[in-house]
């Protein structure tokens, strides 16, 4: 059906090496268009979206959703998306006639993230999700479960996942290189300009935890390969001056994973807070600086075999610029939908970070659902 | 009285500048002699503290107390040290007949700091203890009322608190030049060797936490200014080699301020974790690299007139080298003895430590006196 040969043969090998059988239908469907992504909400971070899917072979914007139709009518005319495929919020169920469309990416605040991945898979779209995945640990479990009552995949927004540095820290740990990993510490957060949507509970669903502090929470777990099974929170609220009426200012926690590993983290709304974190093992130490879209420095020291022998030492930042990780990651959701993969990044990566949220939220003594 | 009318200006001059009336007998002694230290126990860091003192001008080391007389002996020699000035453990309460000695600096394990600390006082000599300063909440207050009593002077070892990097730092945050502080992280471990006494309770007091998990709990309180109120915990072993037997490896903590600032830390003595600590604040951040003995390296960057003015940024490494730190520790106490003055580190800055390890030791559910 349009697929070459080689490309052909090319999936099926993928498919295999991951032990999936590709989804002939879907990649069928996938073969002389690319798969088509409908973005829904056009702020900032749908632009770097958006720019990472234009400048990747495999997948292409083919509609947009958005209140303000103007806008919309301008970035399709950028991206080439014919009027007829620009939704509002009202009338994007209508999505469902589209073909043009394989898979929505949800870019809008957390908190509407549920009822649009909902929409979405009911239209019978696949759906990429950002993260946070949503408000609480029940809106996630509905995600996922009407995302598998639709027959769709669903996948959340973990970038990082799909960036090179990350991976290699990554792999260094599961190496060895380190030893035996004791301890993490990680930060993210930033001084939230006021008026923003994402220092609010009715749209962030929460304070810098949800949004900032994620990246931390998400670290320790890519890092450790494990599930945090304790936890302790403090928050607390310094700036008095209408930014943080409804959540918290700042959250510092630890987690205890089930290995004994303890992490250490700080989130805020209200400073200066570089994202980075640390691995302290017992060969050496690892540390990546920023979770950002570009630049991610990653330095380490270590001593492989003993105390007699010599350090090593690394420093190495990926030279990738902004939009590549969001390529990366539009990428792998294609090739998902192509070859009929479970994203790395589920739904269920989703919840878990929901659910440990929820754990941090309560230990802090702030009701979470 | 062997003061030349010059000393003794300069002295009064500091002693009025600081709040305090000069004490004519106290600097009468201190006068043609320096002020003599009597070392107590001769281990890694008393090397340090003595060279420290020798490279400095105002102190001299003037006795010695040791378990191992040959070692002693061919360090008093070393240092000028007269082998009537060299006792044991037993014997060392003979030294307040011995008018070369002022004061000691005690550098035995944690758990003999208060016995050492005590017998010191009552011999009449003024004491300068290692941090921590004991291993119980009560042992603390029992040295400060030991030395009152007494009427010597008590001080902390916090070498940090008279090291310029440090200094600078706090400056820089009194200044307001990272804007109002929401967060701190800081961390600071090491691998220990099998054997150590620093891994037993018995000589240790506890695990990492006592030793230099420390070092972040008094960061948190010089960059603040304030005593922490509120504290969660959790603590872990992961190594089962007999190194911790009796003390935990690993700790994470979080600590509220009432300012509202939050402390995020963590410690280990099974992981390479080179001390440091970030401060975030509204118009910046700072971060120092080590808590050693030298380099410690200041970073920053802040924007001091808001957002449209353009960043500063600052990498400075003090060049000073070890054991200038001691040099500084030592010349504080002298002047303190020389002029009369409260150590910027007395007791109770001990003291507060070691009820907030008794806090962070509580949280995480562990017994602490």
């Known amino acids: 059906m349009g697929l070459t040969r ?21 990649s069928a469907q996938g073969s002389e268009r690319k798969v088509g992504y409908c973005v829904i909400g056009l702020g900032r971070i749908a632009d770097h979206f958006m720019r990472g899917v234009k400048q990747g072979s495999t997948s292409q914007i083919t509609g947009l959703v958005s209140g303000h139709r103007d806008k919309a009518e301008r970035i399709a005319a950028q991206y080439g998306v014919p009027t007829s ?5 009202e009338d994007m169920d ?12 949800v870019a809008l605040p957390n ?19 950002e993260k946070p995945m949503c408000v609480s640990v029940s809106e996630a479990r509905e995600m996922i479960a009407a995302c598998k009552e639709a027959n769709v995949k669903l996948m959340i927004a973990y970038r990082l996942h799909y960036e090179p540095t990350t ?7 599961q190496d060895g290189l380190l030893g035996k990993i ?19 509970k009715k749209l962030g669903g929460g304070g810098p935890l949800m949004d900032v502090g994620i990246y931390s929470l998400n670290a320790t777990r890519y890092l450790t390969g494990e599930e945090p099974e304790k936890f302790t929170a403090v928050a607390s609220t310094i ?37 980075y974190y640390k691995v302290f093992g017992s060969k050496g130490w690892l540390e990546v600086d920023s979770f950002g879209y570009q630049n991610l420095r990653l330095r380490a020291n270590y001593t492989p075999e003993g105390k007699n022998s010599s350090a090593t030492t690394l ?9 590549k990780q969001f390529e990366r990651q539009a990428d792998h959701f294609t090739q998902c939908i192509l070859q009929n993969k479970t994203p790395k990044t589920p739904g269920e990566e989703g919840l878990r970070d929901m659910q440990h949220i929820q754990s941090i939220y309560r230990a802090a003594g702030i009701s979470f659902d």
């Not at 991976?167 to 740990?173: H, P």
């Not at 001056?241 to 089930?258: I, L, Q, V």
Request: aromatic residues 10%; glycine residues 8%; contains cysteine.
């Open 6 to 26: 080689r490309e052909f043969s090319r999936l099926g090998a993928l498919g295999a090496m991951a032990g999936f059988v590709p989804d002939l239908r879907a």
């Open 85 to 89: 495929s620009i939704y509002s919020y």
């Open 94 to 105: 209508r999505m469902r006639e589209n073909k043009s469309i394989d898979a929505v990416y």
């Open 111 to 129: 908190s509407m993230h549920a009822e649009y991945t909902i929409r979405s898979a009911k239209a019978g779209k696949h759906v990429l999700c």
């Open 167 to 173: 991976l290699k820290a990554i792999k260094m740990i």
């Open 182 to 200: 004791q301890a993490i510490d990680s930060a993210n957060g930033f001084n939230i300009a006021p008026g923003e949507w994402r220092s609010t």
């Open 239 to 275: 700036d008095r001056d209408g930014r943080f009426d409804t959540t918290e200012e700042n959250t510092a926690w630890t987690m205890r994973f089930p290995s004994g590993v303890l992490a250490s983290c700080n989130t805020t709304y209200g400073a200066a807070m570089p994202g």
């Open 315 to 323: 420093d190495e930042t990926n030279p990738e610029p902004d939009p």
